[in-house]
Structures are given as structure tokens and as C-alpha cells.
């Protein structure tokens, strides 16, 4: 099985759907024509995927150079491998999305099934990167772990925001 070319088309998909709420995101911005009357789960998700940026240029780029005893991949290669780039992508992505969802899917069974699709393919990337020999278990946690933390301080604002709106 090609583990590394299905992890990098659930990684793209993951980005295609990125595109589709930014999408609707500028459409409202034109369409009401203030950014301040978009909804808040589109204006506050650059938040979670900016805090993911900057954790990868640390991580990857940063601390390799400061320290010596930084993860490498089981490959061999030599390149940083903690935490999983694709994995930290895909989790943060979905993570967000599915506290997005109730705001744009009113219906719980579809809501579900979304979400249903999205933990499997998390868990594809998770097992993928695994067994593609590109990360170790820690690697991959480690991702889960982070993108756990960038979507709840999103579901800490867009939460904040709903409370000082009303």
C-alpha cells in the first residue's frame, strides 16, 4: 500500500476544504460588506492554523538548529520528524471544522457522519505516517496533541465571542 501518497491526498483534501470555508468566509465579507458581520467560525480560523504554523517553523525549523538531540525520521533521512507535519495539518483542519459545522449543517445525522469521516481519515494519517516509516508513534501523538490545542483555544474564542455578542 502507498501510505505516503494516501496521507498526502488526505492532507490535500483536508486543505481543499480549508478553501471551501474561506470561501464562504469572503463571500460573506463581500456579500454583507463589513468583516465584522462574518461569522465567527470563519473570521477565528486563521487562529488555530497560524498557532500551527508557527509551531511548525519552531519545531522544524528552529530547535533542530538549537538542539542536537531533536527527532529524526525512522527512515533515515536525517530531517526533523516531531511532530508530524501532515498529521498536525489534517487533525487541526478537521478539529476546526467539526466545531464549525453545527453553525453551517443543521442536521445532526449528517453532522455525524462528517465527523465520522473525518476521525478516519485522521486516523488513516495517523497510520500512514506510521507505517511509511516517516514517523514514530511520538511523532504522530505529539501532532494530535497540538492540533487538540490549537482547536480548543479556537472553541475557547469563537465561544467568547458568541457570549460577548449576545
Known amino acids: 500500500m502507498q501510505w505516503e501518497l494516501i496521507t498526502n491526498i488526505i492532507l490535500i ?11 464562504l468566509g469572503l463571500a460573506q465579507w463581500i456579500s454583507r460588506k463589513s468583516i465584522k458581520k462574518v461569522d465567527k467560525q470563519l473570521l477565528w480560523m486563521p487562529l488555530p492554523l497560524i498557532l500551527m504554523v508557527a509551531t511548525y517553523l519552531i519545531c522544524d525549523k528552529v530547535l533542530p538548529k538549537l538542539f542536537d538531540f531533536m527527532p529524526t ?33 443543521k442536521s445532526k445525522t449528517m453532522r455525524i457522519f462528517l465527523e465520522l469521516i473525518m476521525a478516519v481519515l485522521i486516523g488513516l494519517t495517523c497510520t500512514g505516517r506510521v507505517a511509511a516509516n516517516l514517523h514514530s508513534i511520538v511523532d504522530v501523538v505529539g501532532a494530535l496533541g497540538f492540533a487538540f490545542i490549537f482547536s480548543e483555544i479556537y472553541h475557547i474564542v469563537i465561544k467568547k465571542r458568541k457570549k460577548t455578542n449576545e
Do not use: K, W
Open 13 to 23: 483534501s483536508s486543505i481543499v476544504i480549508l478553501a471551501v470555508f474561506a470561501t
Open 73 to 105: 525520521r525512522p527512515n533515515g533521512s536525517g530531517e526533523p520528524s516531531f511532530p508530524s507535519t501532515h498529521v498536525m495539518v489534517v487533525a487541526t483542519i478537521f478539529f476546526v471544522v467539526t466545531l464549525a459545522l453545527p453553525r453551517y449543517i
